[in-house]
């Protein structure tokens, strides 16, 4: 009886390892030692993993430019508010601003395009 449970013992100790030595070997063949990049399957839907990624370059705003508009602002604030000058460096504060916005806002040209039917206006036209 106590060679039959040190048996048993001995089958549940060798059954775990000798189950895990049958799993062990399909994980080193799926190892794939290529230098190759992996390929991921792609659903269509947000970023292709399977595309480089694109490192985005900002254009930094010189600091000259950052000096004249403080400069700008200071003498704004200590003008009469709607007077001549008032409107001249508000409209400069303004334009310097567009302008920022301009450089960093890109509309990409082949989004729009350009169809004659959105030139339609629904006019009958006349025979």
């Given at each position: 009886?106590?060679?039959?449970m040190?048996?048993?013992?001995?089958?549940?100790l060798?059954?775990?390892?000798?189950?895990?030595?049958?799993?062990?070997?399909?994980?080193?063949?799926?190892?794939?030692?290529?230098p190759?990049?992996?390929?991921?399957?792609w659903?269509?839907?947000?970023?292709d993993?399977n595309?480089?990624?694109?490192k985005?370059?900002?254009?930094?705003?010189?600091a000259?430019?950052?000096?004249?508009?403080?400069?700008?602002?200071?003498?704004?604030?200590?003008?009469?508010?709607?007077?001549?000058?008032?409107w001249?460096?508000?409209?400069?504060?303004e334009?310097?601003?567009?302008?920022?916005?301009?450089?960093?806002?890109?509309?990409?040209?082949?989004?729009?395009?350009?169809?004659?039917?959105?030139?339609?206006?629904?006019?009958?036209?006349?025979?």
């Amino acid at each position: 009886m106590v060679r039959d449970m040190l048996l048993a013992r001995m089958a549940l100790l060798v059954l775990p390892i000798a189950l895990g030595s049958c799993v062990a070997p399909t994980a080193r063949m799926s190892f794939d030692p290529s230098p190759r990049p992996q390929m991921f399957a792609w659903d269509g839907s947000g970023l292709d993993p399977n595309r480089p990624r694109v490192k985005v370059k900002r254009a930094a705003v010189p600091a000259n430019e950052d000096d004249a508009n403080r400069k700008r602002e200071q003498v704004f604030t200590s003008l009469r508010p709607y007077s001549a000058a008032w409107w001249a460096i508000h409209e400069e504060i303004e334009a310097d601003r567009d302008k920022r916005l301009a450089q960093k806002l890109v509309i990409c040209g082949g989004c729009l395009r350009h169809s004659p039917q959105d030139d339609v206006t629904g006019t009958i036209p006349v025979d």
